[in-house]
């Protein structure tokens, strides 16, 4: 009896993992910045070489890294395989902002997310390659950099999102080593007038984009992200905004990324159909 039981927790156990999404780190080369960069790749179970996937960029926060995102968050797994959806984890340096930065010719990390890893995932997987197929987000950092990366790049993506997103850098100066990639606030405040994401809103056309934009209530970023949301209402642009109590943690991260996942799924169906 028990080695009958044994036999069925085996097989279910067997299924179960067979039926997972596989976790890759690769190496991509950034000629622009002429170094090599990880990103971690989740590929659903039921990825093929016959049926082209959507992604869906997923950007990590200052002072992190590529593997942030998976390390936090172990149900990225299931949404991949619930959408059916491959999702790239990029690493953006402990913090780029995702800018080509005009201080720092060595930080090119909007050349390499929105050309060179694109390039790189579309010649490597069976992707969908349009604006239709390719949606991004993040969190903090990165919520800045998939909204600037959008705005800026709307031949490349589609969709954005943004999770508690340092949508207005000018009210931190001081911060997160912004000065290290703009340059003195007080010297040099055209490049952080162009930089940062409330001030690109004009990019925009009412449907150019899918965008959800989430924040906490006490997240330090709540302010800016309010006022982002007041002006693209404004501006007549559709846009999603989530509030709710929260604050600047993975906690409130992890809720958020299951209704953005949501969000671009219904997104990409559309272009499917």
């Not at 659903?44 to 960029?57: I, Q």
């Not at 197929?133 to 903090?140: C, D, F, N, Q």
């Not at 001081?174 to 290290?180: A, I, M, Q, T, V």
Request: some cysteine.
């Amino acid at each position: 009896m028990r080695s009958a039981l044994l036999q069925l927790f085996l097989l279910a156990w067997l299924s179960t993992a067979v039926t997972a999404a596989s976790v890759d780190t690769v190496e991509t080369y950034s000629n622009s910045m002429k170094k090599v960069i990880k990103a971690v790749v989740i590929t659903p179970d039921s990825y093929n070489d016959t049926e082209e996937v959507p992604v869906l960029y997923l950007l990590h926060g200052y002072s992190g890294n590529y593997a942030d995102w998976v390390k936090r968050d172990s149900k990225l797994t299931d949404y991949a395989d619930q959408y059916n959806i491959l999702i790239v984890c990029p690493d953006g340096g402990y913090g780029s902002w995702y800018l080509d930065s005009p201080a720092d010719e060595s930080f090119r990390y909007e050349t390499y997310v929105s050309r060179e890893l694109i390039k790189w995932v579309d010649g490597k997987y069976n992707t969908i390659e349009s604006p239709a197929g390719r949606a991004v987000t993040g969190l903090s950092m990165g919520g800045h950099g998939a909204l600037y990366l959008a705005f800026r790049h709307q031949d490349v993506f589609g969709a954005a999102g943004s999770m508690s997103g340092g949508v207005d850098i000018r009210p931190f100066p001081e911060n997160w080593e912004l000065s290290k990639r703009l340059g003195d606030y007080a010297r040099f405040p055209e490049r952080w007038n162009e930089n940062t994401v409330v001030n690109l809103l004009h990019m925009l056309k009412p449907g150019s984009l899918a965008l959800i934009i989430d924040c906490g209530t006490d997240d330090f970023f709540y302010d800016v992200n309010l006022k982002l949301h007041k002006d693209l209402e404004y501006r007549n642009i559709p846009h999603d905004f989530i509030s709710r109590p929260g604050s600047h943690n993975w906690d409130y991260w992890r809720n958020a990324i299951k209704y953005q996942l949501v969000f671009f799924h219904d997104f990409f169906q559309k272009g499917i159909e």
